[in-house]
């Protein structure tokens, strides 16, 4: 791989927009990975092998059964986080 994926870009099919690799890494509940984060990546590179350098196994297979919240409490966290991204906080 020749780019640093933290620093790769993809449309979020949650967001509508671009994000980073990184982003993804952080976005998801109590700041971990996003739980579509393999769905999203895995043409871009070996997302899987990253994941499983970064965070181990045990924690890669938590994210692969992962389920997302209800769409309601998503916008609501999406919201805070935004709100609190715009504050400076």
């Not at 984060?37 to 871009?44: A, L, N, R």
């Not at 297979?61 to 997302?68: C, D, E, H, N, S």
């Amino acid at each position: 791989m020749s780019q640093d994926p933290q620093q790769m870009t993809i449309r979020c099919p949650r967001l509508g927009s671009s994000v980073t690799f990184a982003y993804c890494l952080g976005c998801g509940q109590a700041g971990g990975p996003c739980f579509k984060i393999c769905d999203c990546w895995w043409e871009m590179f070996d997302v899987v092998g990253c994941l499983e350098s970064r965070l181990g196994h045990e924690a890669v297979v938590k994210l692969a059964r992962a389920r997302p919240a209800p769409k309601v409490a998503s916008l609501i966290e999406l919201i805070a986080q935004a709100r609190k991204n715009a504050s400076g906080s």
